[in-house]
């Protein structure tokens, strides 16, 4: 009968969950309290701390008269005297923190990546890349997280970049075949020449197989890498006055030009999109595709649009072209002045080569370490980039005691830390030995994670194209040196050779560089 007796429900909710949960509401609020108050606390900590060490400044323009025409080097000069780990200018109407120290550079790249991984709005990249939506300039946020995690993964991977040894052997042998005939007759050739062409037309075929190639119009996309160049590099007054570039004469200056050159641009790659487009997509396999194929592949799943497409392939075009040249250039040039290091790095070259192979290949130049010392060693003395792609600061921040405003531009002086002697021995000297295995820096790498070397940057924003380019120099250079000797033009010394360099979005040497191969083989 007992079973038959209803026993009562059980109440709803149970008194014990209903405390539980009440005792989980206390502690949010205490939690969140503490919270607000910690940050309440840390804001009025943050308005009290003095702001980096600065220089007199004059009014409107602030500090924009003492940056000359290499900034990199200026901007040294002015942190011995004012602050070598961090310095505050006003560049017009832009706050601007400069970091030319190891410390400055991993408390910017590492300790507070997380908040000045943006990048400050830009009149000219709006134009050139729709709004920005590239990668290089593209603001923090899930775009800009969506685009990088697309190039990194499917773009330049590592097994995506060993995909185009190929190509990159097809134009190594057409450069190759280019000297040989001159060296037939004692002739000079441009080094600088050369190297871009050799670095645009492998651009082509990352971006688009041969399609630009066999239509002779890679010659556009050297034009335009060059006016782009022209336009994002340097210290430009629109970007330190950015009310002035929307009017008047300056409107028509800046902003006239960037879109002549995005409108040239969108020409090209909307000429190569539809050409992709038409294509059978039965038989792609994209990861055997150029860089056009990728973003088509992919475009759905990433919410890409035209305009986002062209942007990306802009970045990667210029990324791929003006930077490989120039550290070439810079390379070669240092070898000239130095016989003796070129005498060594060509000994390694050719003893690494079998006898009767033409071409130095990917395989070859995996056992050459003095030849990765001579190209880590040029990055140093003359990253290709020396001030990196200015930062920007989301929240205001605490930096070893100095208060960093939000809005505030961040520049890292890589060229001066790469040049400091407290962290380099012989600093401005090219002795490629440091990094061997007798070197004093011989576990310092560029991946990022020894700030003394920084040539392509670090953190979040740290360049992707590395092992692209990378490849692309080692190649090209170790051919170099196993093709040819070569000599300076009549009457030229070696202590002639002019390493001067002209600033902007990529750093190049000011005078071309004129030698005259003779060949070993």
């Not at 072209?321 to 290091?341: C, G, I, Y």
Request: proline letters at 5%.
């Amino acid at each position: 009968m007992e079973d038959l007796v209803k026993k009562p429900m059980p109440e709803t909710p149970p008194r014990a969950l209903f405390l539980f949960l009440f005792f989980l509401f206390l502690l949010f609020v205490s939690w969140f309290t503490g919270k607000t108050r910690k940050m309440q606390h840390q804001q009025r900590e943050n308005n009290h701390l003095p702001l980096p060490p600065s220089p007199p400044a004059l009014p409107i323009i602030g500090h924009l008269h003492l940056v000359g025409s290499l900034p990199h080097v200026s901007l040294r000069s002015l942190a011995r005297k004012y602050g070598p780990d961090m310095m505050l200018l006003r560049l017009g109407a832009a706050r601007t923190l400069v970091v030319s120290s190891l410390r400055g550079a991993e408390a910017v790249l590492r300790t507070h990546d997380h908040i000045l991984a943006s990048r400050p709005s830009s009149v000219v990249s709006d134009i050139l890349t729709y709004g920005s939506s590239d990668m290089a300039f593209a603001p923090y946020g899930e775009y800009w997280r969506q685009v990088r995690k697309l190039v990194t993964t499917h773009m330049l991977s590592v097994k995506k970049v060993q995909s185009f040894r190929s190509a990159a052997m097809e134009e190594v042998s057409l450069v190759m075949a280019k000297i040989n005939e001159v060296a037939t007759t004692d002739g000079t050739v441009d080094m600088r020449e050369l190297l871009s062409l050799f670095a645009n037309d492998m651009g082509c075929r990352i971006v688009s197989g041969k399609f630009f190639l066999k239509d002779g119009q890679s010659k556009l996309f050297r034009d335009l890498t060059n006016d782009t160049s022209r336009l994002l590099g340097g210290f430009n007054v629109e970007e330190y006055f950015p009310g002035l570039a929307r009017v008047g004469v300056f409107k028509r200056a800046v902003c006239a030009q960037a879109e002549r050159v995005r409108n040239r641009w969108a020409d090209l790659l909307d000429k190569v999109i539809d050409d992709h487009v038409s294509k059978d997509k039965s038989t792609f396999d994209h990861e055997d595709g150029d860089f056009v194929d990728i973003l088509l592949t992919f475009q759905h799943e990433y919410d890409l649009t035209r305009e986002h497409m062209k942007a990306i392939l802009i970045d990667v075009f210029a990324g791929a072209t003006d930077t490989s040249a120039n550290a070439l250039e810079f390379t070669l040039a240092e070898l000239m002045r130095k016989p003796r290091v070129m005498g060594k790095l060509q000994a390694e070259v050719r003893s690494n080569v079998p006898q009767g192979q033409e071409i130095v290949s990917e395989i070859n130049v995996n056992n050459m370490a003095y030849l990765r010392a001579v190209i880590k060693e040029s990055l140093r003395l003359y990253p290709i980039a020396p001030l990196l792609a200015p930062h920007l600061a989301m929240d205001d921040c605490n930096i070893d005691g100095y208060m960093v405003p939000a809005g505030t531009r961040v520049m890292v002086n890589a060229w001066a830390i790469a040049r400091d002697s407290s962290l380099w021995e012989d600093a401005e000297e090219f002795i490629p030995e440091r990094f061997t295995d007798e070197g004093s820096a011989m576990h310092v790498n560029f991946k990022g994670n020894d700030f003394q070397f920084l040539p392509f940057g670090a953190g979040r924003r740290m360049c992707p194209g590395m092992n692209l380019g990378i490849a692309n120099v080692e190649l090209m250079l170790a051919n170099l040196m196993y093709h040819f000797d070569w000599e300076l033009p009549l009457g030229v010394e070696r202590e002639d050779i002019d390493m001067t360099a002209v600033f902007g979005l990529t750093m190049r040497r000011k005078e071309k560089l004129l030698l005259i191969p003779k060949s070993w083989m």
